[in-house]
Nanobody
């Protein structure tokens, strides 16, 4: 399984960005996909996750109401729409895939596959 993330960049505070992550390989159909982020000097943290059934999503409190995760199963792609961005959202964002698909975990070690990361910089 390979994950290819894209869509990062530089944006002013209050702006928006959309990240994409395309999965390829033997993913099956019941996997969970998540987004994590890691700021300099900080631990990698859960941002959002989505299960096969689109209504099953989970968000970190810090992004709830501003970020929206969505997936297109036909394209094996997950998206993270980020609105009302803040400087504290600056980080490298990683997409991740959990083949078990049992539930949306906030724990990074429950995800077996990771994308290469894409940098999001929010200026004040």
């Amino acid at each position: 399984v390979q994950l290819q993330a894209s869509g990062g960049g530089l944006v002013q505070a209050g702006g928006s960005l959309r990240l994409s992550c395309a999965a390829s390989g033997r993913t099956g159909s019941s996997y969970v996909m998540g987004w994590f982020r890691q700021a300099p000097g900080k631990e990698r943290e859960f941002v959002a996750g989505i299960a096969q059934h689109f209504r099953d999503t989970k968000y970190a409190d810090s992004v709830k109401g501003r970020f929206t995760i969505a997936r297109d199963n036909a394209k094996n792609t997950v998206y993270l729409q980020m609105n009302s961005l803040k400087p504290e959202d600056t980080a490298v964002y990683y997409c991740a895939l959990d083949l078990s698909g049992r539930y949306i975990s906030r724990g990074r070690y429950d995800y077996e596959y990771w994308g290469q990361g894409t940098l999001v910089t929010v200026s004040s």
